[in-house]
């Protein structure tokens, strides 16, 4: 039996040359704590704005997150990864900067990138203790001095004892043959 023209005329759809991986759209964030890494957070979406204010705000909560893009057939590629307890510690510190009335860090200084504020607050912290034990010990020398003065003012103000006439020696005149 011959086909019928609609059986003869079979719609072919062209291929198109794109990846078909299955949910290759696809972004991951892993979030983990110090005080409970056996316990991370997952969160799977295929909206990149959701799951970039996901990653915000567990960096923000102080978790250490990982943001991930999907590579196809359940492999991850690492977009992203911050530690969110250091950025908190780093924020706490340059606070404290402020509060403590320490000069802010330098934008040249950087020994750590991770944790430059936190080393220049130690920093400004010792070089106040420093500070501190010094004008202890400059006051310390400051009333000692004066407790002196107080005491030797007038043994200073009077002549010494053998300028004052009640201790004055008599010269003696004696011949030179009994020198």
């Known amino acids: ?8 005329r079979q719609h072919r759809r062209k291929a198109v040359p794109t990846d078909r991986t299955k949910n ?12 409970r890494p056996d316990d991370p957070v997952v969160i799977r979406t ?17 978790a250490y997150v ?27 510190a340059e606070q404290q900067l402020a509060t403590a009335g320490h000069p802010q860090t330098p934008v040249g200084y950087q020994p750590d990138a991770v ?10 912290e010792v070089r106040a203790e420093q500070t501190a034990r010094e004008q202890v010990e ?16 007038r043994a200073l103000m009077s002549p010494p004892a053998i300028v004052r006439p009640e201790n004055r020696q008599r010269a003696r005149h004696i011949t030179g043959a009994q020198r």
């Not at 359940?74 to 780093?90: C, F, I, K, P, S």
Request: no cysteine.
């Open 24 to 35: 290759v759209t696809s972004w991951r964030v892993e979030a983990s704590w110090d005080h």
């Open 115 to 124: 944790d430059r504020h936190r080393s220049w607050l130690a920093r400004m």
């Open 138 to 153: 400059q006051d310390t020398r400051r009333r000692r001095l004066a407790v002196e003065v107080r005491r030797d003012a």
């Open 46 to 62: 295929s909206d990149k704005k959701r799951a970039r204010k996901a990653f915000r705000g567990l960096v923000a909560k102080g």
């Open 66 to 92: 990982i943001f991930q893009e999907h590579a196809g057939w359940d492999r991850w590629r690492t977009v992203d990864e911050q530690n969110g307890a250091d950025l908190l510690a780093e924020r706490a």
């Open 1 to 8: 039996m011959s086909p019928t023209p609609k059986q003869a």
